[in-house]
């Protein structure tokens, strides 16, 4: 086994792992709707899921981790990707913010303010936010 394919491994575990925490938050109402589907196909070819790889992350989502990226660009970029799906599939109660808290703690951000982050990027996501706006706004929320 080369380097480089000890590398793609990692990498690939870290898509996979992000792209199972996604599926995690549009199946906690038990269904995928069509707009969820349809956010997951492209999340999933964007981070370069395989169709046999995509089909096993649906089938069993739960058996993957939530690894934290070590970059914060990169925690806020997976942050939104998730606030997106759950703006497709709108919080219907505690039981949705709680796993979406859960998700925000496992990525890395502080439990303390864990909340606040995702009352924050829930109000962006729903107004329209980009990524890069949407970063902006996360990183400088306490001004």
Request: charged letters at 30%.
């Amino acid at each position: 086994m080369s380097f480089s394919d000890l590398f793609d491994s990692g990498f690939k575990k870290r898509n996979e792992s992000h792209f199972a925490a996604i599926v995690r938050v549009a199946m906690d109402d038990g269904i995928i709707t069509p707009e969820e589907q349809e956010f997951l196909d492209r999340l999933a070819q964007r981070l370069e899921i395989g169709e046999g790889d995509y089909k096993a992350i649906l089938k069993n989502y739960k058996s993957h981790p939530i690894n934290p990226p070590v970059s914060y660009d990169q925690r806020l970029e997976r942050l939104y990707d998730l606030v997106r799906m759950v703006h497709v599939d709108p919080i219907k109660g505690d039981q949705e913010f709680s796993l979406l808290k859960k998700i925000g703690v496992g990525l890395g951000f502080h439990a303390v303010n864990v909340k606040y982050i995702i009352d924050k990027a829930l109000t962006l996501v729903s107004h329209g936010a980009d990524l890069d706006s949407f970063v902006d706004q996360i990183k400088h929320m306490n001004r």
